[in-house]
């Protein structure tokens, strides 16, 4: 058990018994009157999110949640099968992959993240390379400052192409490496 002064950003707790993970806390009040601690959480299991305040002593379960090495296998409406070194296969539903939709791709190593014994979702590698299938070409005379334009991304299921944000010279069927924590272009990939 924490107390709620004791908890950060990326910590799971346990609020009601559900399990939560704090992704922003906001600290009010003064040491006179106590502190309270404004959190937005997000659920694990139906990642619904909610925004609570909290008294300083207030005790929280703090949980660690394993995690386990898998490869992306395939997608069998609505769950996205994913399997391990031994074969062992995990489903994920569709609303709990959050953003690594954008990423995913045939064969992909990843993380599985598990819950009481079931998959829960997936941590991406924190940067991964992808290979532009469409951008437009650069307009000439648009080059002051740090112009950026479109370019969207391979992935494994047409629907979810994510698109990315990269500067001028990247160009249709470049290879380039993306932050999968930020969703931003990190640099262009030469063999």
């Known amino acids: 058990m924490k107390f709620a002064k004791e908890i950060r950003v990326g910590n799971i707790i346990m609020v009601d018994s559900k399990p939560m993970i704090v992704?922003?806390?906001d600290v009010n009040g003064s040491s006179r009157t106590g502190f309270t601690y404004k959190w937005k959480m997000k659920n694990l299991l139906t990642n619904s999110p909610q925004e609570n305040v909290f008294r300083g002593d207030d005790k929280f379960?703090?949980?660690v949640l394993d995690k386990k090495p898998v490869t992306y296998s395939y997608f069998a409406d609505p769950l996205f099968v994913f399997m391990d070194q031994e074969y062992n296969q995990y489903e994920i539903e569709a609303e709990n992959m959050g953003d690594s939709l954008n990423y995913l791709k045939d064969g992909m190593e990843c993380e599985a993240v598990f819950y009481d014994?079931?998959?829960?979702s997936v941590e991406l590698p924190t940067t991964i390379v992808r290979q532009i299938i469409y951008s437009e070409p650069a307009v000439k005379g648009n080059t002051?400052?740090?112009v950026l334009k479109e370019a969207k991304i391979?992935?494994?299921i047409e629907e979810n192409c994510h698109i990315v944000q990269v500067p001028l010279f990247v160009s249709q069927d470049d290879m380039i490496e993306i932050d999968t924590r930020t969703n931003e272009y990190k640099k262009v990939v030469r063999n």
């Open 23 to 25: 992704l922003r806390s």
């Open 154 to 156: 391979e992935n494994a």
């Open 144 to 146: 002051s400052g740090n």
């Open 117 to 120: 014994g079931k998959a829960i």
């Open 61 to 63: 379960d703090v949980v």
